[in-house]
T-cell receptor, first 114, second 114 residues
């Protein structure tokens, strides 16, 4: 099993460019999450999806949009990238499948906006 | 809204000694889960231990144990016989509520010294 897969692993964007971070899981998770990790700030929740077809804002949603296309996929879109969005992004899945009470994480995406 | 607070940004311990990492949280929920995750320099998120709120008995996993005080909303992690491989960021996390938030603290950077 691949688990939770994020693409790409690294990305450099120019200010104003757009991009979509992809996340796919094959663990039958009901809930999926997007976080950003900045030094000293821990993991801050951007958006989450408690089930297929639903999405909700987390702590830091501004500048981002998400889409839960189906149960497996949960994408994060930056419409107009800003230097403040330079960060490491993590996707996670939880619930359903093998383990209801453990979140599984992707490997992270290091995004730099110049 | 739930919050998770880790008051120790950095800690260090000598190899083979014991260290305790603190975590407090705030919630109005009665049923929830608490976790400690480890993040080594590889950025991979690794589950260390979890605690179900309805269980009074503290969780234990080999050298890792928790002190769960539900009334005080405290969830500390004790690492016994510290090893060099324990050097990492440690995050406390809360999962619960009707919306299924998975919220993390800001982390504690633990250094194990030889």
């Amino acid at each position: 099993n691949a688990g939770v897969t994020q693409t790409p692993k690294f990305q450099v964007l120019k200010t104003g460019q757009s991009m979509t971070l992809q996340c796919a899981q094959d663990m039958n998770h009901n809930s999926m999450y997007w976080y950003r990790q900045d030094p000293g700030m821990g993991l801050r929740l951007i958006y989450y999806s408690a089930s297929e077809g639903t999405t909700d804002k987390g702590e830091v949603p501004n500048g981002y949009n998400v889409s839960r296309l189906n149960k497996r996929e949960f994408s994060l879109r930056l419409e107009s990238a800003a230097p403040s969005q330079t960060s490491v992004y993590f996707c996670a899945g939880l619930g359903g499948g093998l383990s209801f009470t453990e979140a599984f994480f992707g490997q992270g995406t290091r995004l730099t906006v110049v | 809204a739930q919050t998770v607070t880790q008051s120790q940004p950095e800690m260090s311990v000598q190899e083979a000694e014991t260290v305790t990492l603190s975590c407090t949280y705030d919630t109005s929920e009665n049923n929830y889960y608490l976790f400690w995750y480890k993040q080594p320099p590889s950025r991979q998120m690794i589950l260390v231990i979890r605690q179900e709120a309805y269980k009074q008995q503290n969780a234990t996993e080999n050298r890792f144990s928790v002190n769960f005080q539900k009334a005080a909303k405290s969830f500390s992690l004790k690492i016994s016989d510290s090893q060099l491989g324990d050097t990492a960021m440690y995050f406390c996390a809360f999962f619960g509520g009707s919306q299924g938030n998975l919220i993390f603290g800001k982390g504690t950077k633990l250094s194990v010294k030889p």
